[in-house]
């Protein structure tokens, strides 16, 4: 069974860049594209950006210009950072495993999430 | 970019069906995947394509799809249903772009 697993810092500053890691743990990193998604609190969900295990990155055109995803594969793992955060920026984050269920590529795999704030 | 427009609410009395609509453009190319997530926990895939579910998901969730709408139905609505759900596909860009509705809180009655 896939699990996945974010850890970082819970409070930022505004102005500083938000950095977080999702570790892959029950299956192979490769072959799968990974993504990040999150949810300001009680709000819905916003897609940020999918990496592919060889290092292809898709981004939220809205957040493009602040998100920068890489990964890991020797140690399973994806980060995350976005620049130049606001309190607009304070949500839980998810990483997620886009699926390969065929044809269709659903986020089949979730982590718990993690709640970052943003403040001073 | 392309926008994914969900009813904010319905309600279903226990054991009867509930539909929920999704609508975007989007929805005319890509098929559209469900998720359920209830308080403090992450969303979970309970639909995915023309009408998969993933195993574990009871047979009650089904998915369709005509045009630029998606539906997710429950059939025999249970108490545990009650939830937000949020549908999801790849948006217009031609590009890995995903886009998420702004969801639908069912309450089960």
């Known amino acids: 069974q896939v699990q996945l697993q974010e850890w970082g810092p819970g409070l930022v500053k505004p102005s500083e860049t938000l950095s977080l890691t999702c570790t892959v743990s029950?299956?192979?990193?490769?072959?799968?594209?990974w993504s990040w998604i999150r949810q300001p609190p009680g709000k819905g969900l916003e897609w940020i950006g999918n990496?592919?295990?060889?290092?292809?990155?898709y981004y939220n055109p809205a957040l493009k210009s602040r998100v920068a995803i890489s990964v890991d594969t020797s140690k399973n793992q994806f980060s995350l950072k976005l620049s130049s955060v606001t309190a607009a920026d304070t949500a839980v984050y998810y990483c997620?495993?886009?699926?390969?269920?065929?044809?269709?590529?659903?986020?089949?795999?979730w982590g718990q999430g993690t709640l970052v704030t943003v403040s001073s | 970019s392309s926008e994914l427009t969900q009813d904010p609410a319905v309600s279903v009395a226990l054991g009867q069906t509930v539909r929920i609509t999704c609508q975007g453009d989007?929805?005319?190319?890509?098929?559209a995947s469900w998720y359920q997530q209830k308080p403090r926990q992450a969303p979970v895939l309970v639909i995915y394509?023309?009408?998969n579910r993933p195993s574990g998901i009871p047979d009650r969730f089904s998915g369709s799809s005509s045009g630029n709408t998606a539906s997710l139905t429950i059939t025999g609505a249970q108490a545990e249903d009650e939830a937000d759900y949020y549908c999801?596909?790849?948006?217009?860009?031609?590009?890995?772009?995903?886009?998420f509705g702004s969801g639908t809180k069912v309450t089960v009655l």
């Open positions: 997620a495993r886009l699926g390969d269920r065929g044809t269709y590529y659903p986020f089949d795999y």
């Open positions: 029950g299956g192979s990193i490769s072959n799968y594209y």
């Open positions: 990496i592919y295990y060889s290092g292809s990155t």
């Open positions: 989007s929805l005319r190319s890509y098929y």
């Open positions: 394509g023309k009408n």
């Open positions: 999801s596909s790849r948006d217009s860009s031609g590009y890995l772009h995903y886009v």
